[in-house]
């Protein structure tokens, strides 16, 4: 009998875990169904016989793919019974996701919230492409599609996704300065403050997963958000505190009270105002936000 230590396939299974688990997440947005999909993907590598294995990686990418396209499905049925709206889990992550610009582009609140619009097999061809870059033969194998046909779901979903993403790039450097702006706001109770960082049109969405309260639906304009948030401040009581951290490889706030996390908060900015504000507040979804999760596209 093999030692596991020196096992081929634990051994490649443990050097590509990091990718597969990324992949499973930015399909999935939860990082335990992500990984209950490796579990399966486990199970499945074991059974294979190495030698007919080309590409270890490309191999390993597909049947978790597999696994995550099934359980994307069941999510689906999940969410629409889900109470409000649906935001993905936030992850700590290490520094090295947020120098990583395209990744943390990619693994952003705001651009998950977006991939919840595409169909489950639209994100999972979206994703392989845009964010891993998987040829497309790779992806038709693990969707079962033609490469044709794989190409045309990947423009339907690049287009569906650029017409709800923003339109221009911001830097780290924009995002934190936003950011420091809207906690000074908050932290000092100036929230007419916020108006001087909100655009007009900006929106909040709230999680709270029927476990807290949250708002039922989005809330568009500067001056509606701000008397939501004012709302909500009131209500919570105690000690209002946050912090900076870094979710998904990009810059959001912990916040606090009376020193027990309420929730994290997440940002979109274009032009040097926040744009998008994502509030997770569901308990099931904040225990990934204090220990680092690593996620890597390579």
Same mark, same amino acid.
């Given at each position: 009998?093999?030692?596991? +230590?020196?096992?081929?396939?634990?051994?490649?299974? *443990?050097a590509?875990?990091?990718?597969?688990?990324? *992949?499973?997440?930015?399909?999935?947005?939860?990082?335990?169904?992500?990984?209950?999909?490796?579990?399966e993907?486990?199970?499945?590598?074991? $059974?294979?016989?190495? $030698?007919r294995?080309?590409?270890?990686?490309?191999?390993?990418?597909? *049947?978790?793919?597999?696994?995550?396209?099934?359980?994307?499905?069941t999510?689906?049925?999940?969410k629409?019974?889900?109470?409000?709206?649906w935001?993905?889990?936030?992850?700590?992550?290490?520094p090295?996701?947020?120098?990583d610009?395209?990744?943390?582009?990619?693994?952003?609140?705001?651009?998950?919230?977006?991939?919840?619009?595409?169909?489950?097999?639209?994100?999972?061809?979206?994703?392989?492409?845009?964010?891993? =870059?998987?040829?497309?033969?790779d992806?038709?194998?693990?969707?079962?599609?033609?490469?044709a046909?794989?190409?045309?779901?990947? &423009?339907?979903?690049?287009? &569906?996704?650029?017409?709800?993403?923003?339109?221009?790039?911001?830097?780290?450097?924009?995002?934190?300065?936003?950011?420091?702006?809207?906690?000074?706001?908050l932290?000092?109770?100036?929230? &007419?403050?916020?108006? =001087?960082?909100?655009?007009?049109?900006?929106?909040?969405v709230?999680?709270?997963?029927?476990? /807290?309260?949250?708002?039922? &639906?989005?809330?568009?304009?500067?001056? /509606?958000?701000?008397?939501?948030m +004012?709302?909500?401040?009131?209500? +919570?009581?105690?000690?209002f505190?946050?912090?900076?951290?870094?979710?998904?490889?990009?810059?959001?706030l912990?916040?606090? *009270?009376?020193? +027990?996390?309420?929730g994290?908060?997440?940002?979109?900015?274009?032009?040097?105002?926040?744009?998008?504000?994502?509030?997770?507040?569901?308990? $099931?979804?904040?225990?990934?936000?204090?220990?680092?999760?690593?996620?890597t596209?390579?």
């Open positions: 009998m093999n030692d596991p +230590a020196t096992d081929p396939a634990t051994d490649a299974f *443990v590509h875990r990091d990718l597969l688990f990324t *992949v499973a997440y930015e399909m999935l947005g939860s990082a335990a169904d992500a990984e209950d999909v490796l579990q993907a486990w199970l499945r590598w074991v $059974e294979v016989d190495l $030698e294995v080309l590409d270890q990686r490309a191999y390993l990418v597909r *049947v978790t793919t597999r696994q995550a396209l099934n359980r994307l499905r999510l689906k049925r999940r629409e019974a889900y109470v409000g709206p935001l993905p889990e936030p992850l700590l992550t290490a090295d996701v947020a120098e610009v395209e990744l943390s582009e990619n693994l952003s609140l705001a651009l998950m919230f977006v991939l919840e619009t595409l169909s489950p097999t639209e994100r999972v061809v979206f994703v392989l492409r845009e964010v891993f =870059d998987i040829d497309y033969e992806i038709a194998a693990a969707i079962d599609k033609s490469p046909a794989t190409r045309q779901i990947a &423009h339907r979903a690049r287009r &569906h996704v650029d017409a709800r993403r923003p339109r221009t790039s911001v830097s780290p450097e924009e995002t934190r300065a936003a950011l420091r702006s809207f906690q000074s706001a932290e000092t109770g100036d929230l &007419h403050g916020l108006l =001087d960082v909100l655009a007009p049109d900006v929106v909040f709230s999680d709270g997963g029927g476990l /807290k309260l949250a708002a039922p &639906h989005p809330v568009v304009g500067a001056d /509606k958000v701000l008397r939501y +004012a709302g909500s401040v009131a209500k +919570a009581g105690g000690t505190t946050s912090e900076r951290t870094t979710v998904n490889g990009n810059p959001a912990i916040l606090r *009270v009376d020193g +027990a996390i309420d994290v908060l997440a940002f979109r900015t274009e032009n040097a105002r926040v744009t998008g504000l994502y509030y997770v507040r569901n308990p $099931e979804k904040l225990t990934r936000v204090e220990s680092e999760t690593p996620l596209s390579r």
